[in-house]
């Protein structure tokens, strides 16, 4: 049983236009989420988070938007920049299991220049 | 501040042998994980410490595997003995744990086991 799912194995945007990584869930239980970075060869990167009692967090270029009924949040990176290229996962902490994450399957982010 | 130290990086043994991996994680972080990356997949978490006791074991495959955390710092998860589905990335991660605050986990480069 998949909780956490990103659809969109890869994607590819110009350097300066906005970069939209998108990812749903089903456990209604979930009550933070969070986005990692990851580049070849090296460790998942912690990149942003938003609690489930929240719809928006926003760090520099980075936004992370939170749909509740709808069970979909977005990563927006806006603008995107050749160094963001790399594989992105969404993970999601279920609060009853301590800090366990679940991770989506990942989206790799190519950013052209 | 240093981050999680992982070693060896590269492993690569036949299959039925045993293998083992080494975490160091950041200083004062309670909580320890790990974790196995499939290629194309997402991390899973195997086993998460808090101190030296075990939190969450519950998808460690207990047969083969095992980690033990015996002075609440470093870490070493063991395969014996190793199967062909092995093959991955071994993820250690650590967070501060505790606290009325969710902490995020901070993850270490991985050790990519390669099973012949």
């Known amino acids: 049983d998949q909780q956490v799912k990103q659809n969109s194995p890869s994607l590819s945007v110009q350097e300066g236009r906005i970069s939209i990584l998108n990812c749903d869930y089903t456990n209604s239980m979930f009550d933070y989420f969070l986005w990692y970075k990851k580049y070849p060869a090296e460790g998942p990167t912690f990149l942003i988070s938003?609690?489930?009692?929240?719809d928006k967090n926003e760090d520099g270029r980075f936004t992370v938007f939170l749909n509740k009924s709808a069970k979909h949040l977005s990563l927006h990176i806006v603008p995107s920049q050749p160094g963001d290229s790399a594989v992105y996962f969404c993970?999601?902490?279920?609060?009853?299991?301590?800090?366990?994450?679940?991770f989506g399957e990942g989206t790799q982010l190519t950013v052209n220049p | 501040e240093a981050g999680v130290a992982q070693s060896p990086r590269y492993k690569i043994i036949e299959k039925r042998q045993s293998v083992a991996f080494w975490c160091n994680p950041i200083s004062g972080h309670a909580t320890l994980y790990w974790y196995q990356q499939i290629l194309g997949q997402g991390p899973k978490l195997l086993i998460q410490f808090q101190n030296n006791g075990v939190v969450d074991d519950s998808q460690l495959p207990k047969d083969r595997f095992s980690a033990e955390r015996l002075k609440g710092v470093d870490s070493t998860l063991k395969i014996q003995p190793a199967k062909l589905e092995d093959s991955a990335v071994y993820l250690c991660?650590?967070?501060?744990?505790?606290?009325?605050?969710?902490?995020?986990?901070?993850f270490g480069d991985g050790t990519r086991l390669s099973i012949l």
């Open positions: 993970a999601a902490r279920e609060e009853t299991s301590g800090s366990r994450l679940t």
């Open positions: 938003i609690s489930s009692i929240k």
């Open positions: 991660a650590s967070s501060r744990g505790g606290g009325a605050f969710f902490q995020p986990q901070h």
